[in-house]
């Protein structure tokens, strides 16, 4: 099982682990709501295949993304263990497959397996990480400099050193990248074209590439 996402780093015990559960599969559509901002949070949810985007939508209906979550990954796990409603919603981005685990599950899984437990709070650990960061970002940087601070925040926690340079294993579409930042994605593209003309970045199908990070961190630190 192949696993892209940037909000956690997959273990391969834990998908072993996980396999235990497939009484509780539910296969969902392309476009489907798994839930909604709101609604009462009764159930964890572990992706097996697909892409599933958790959001959030304003009162002027602006949309937010908050996670991109790819197999090995769990979500709704916060307002799940807070026992209260729902603070974004969720929707397949592909046809997916999702274990949807009710408290009782949830709990013989936690007393029994520890090790997910912690998995889980690596999980949310990273996300808060990032949230914390779009917060920050949003209020003090320029757009172009928003993008730059956000592919050093993820290269910084998800990112491996190579000959090659930092490298990012996995694809983020820059409509994404505008979503986690609030920003229309033409700004987002501009950028990302701008850097690559630059040999700042360089942007491969399945994976993104700082060949130099101290040229893009001397470049986002310029006054032009």
Not at 1 to 14: D, R
Not at 20 to 39: C, K, N, T
Not at 129 to 156: D, G, H, N, P, W
Not at 192 to 215: A, F, Q
Request: proline share 3%; with cysteine.
């Amino acid at each position: 099982m192949h696993n892209s996402s940037p909000w956690v780093k997959p273990q391969k015990n834990v998908v072993q682990i996980m396999a235990g559960f497939s009484s509780h599969l539910r296969r969902i559509s392309q476009g489907a709501v798994i839930y909604g901002q709101e609604d009462q949070a009764e159930h964890l949810y572990y992706v097996v295949e697909g892409k599933i985007k958790v959001f959030i939508v304003n009162e002027d209906g602006k949309e937010r993304t908050l996670a991109i979550h790819e197999p090995g990954t769990f979500f709704g796990e916060t307002s799940f263990f807070d026992d209260d409603l729902y603070f974004a919603s969720a929707i397949a981005m592909t046809d997916s497959q999702v274990l949807r685990l009710d408290r009782k599950t949830t709990t013989n899984l936690l007393a029994q397996n520890p090790e997910i437990f912690m998995y889980m709070l690596n999980s949310m650990g990273r996300k808060i990480r990032l949230l914390t960061f779009q917060v920050e970002c949003m209020s003090f940087l320029t757009v172009e400099k928003r993008v730059i601070a956000l592919l050093f925040s993820l290269f910084e926690v998800y990112g491996s050193t190579t000959p090659e340079g930092d490298v990012l294993n996995f694809q983020i579409t820059d409509n994404e990248l505008g979503n986690m930042l609030g920003v229309r994605r033409e700004a987002v593209t501009k950028t990302m074209t701008k850097l690559r003309s630059l040999g700042l970045i360089v942007k491969l199908r399945h994976k993104l590439v700082i060949p130099h990070r101290e040229k893009l961190l001397e470049y986002m630190t310029s006054d032009e």
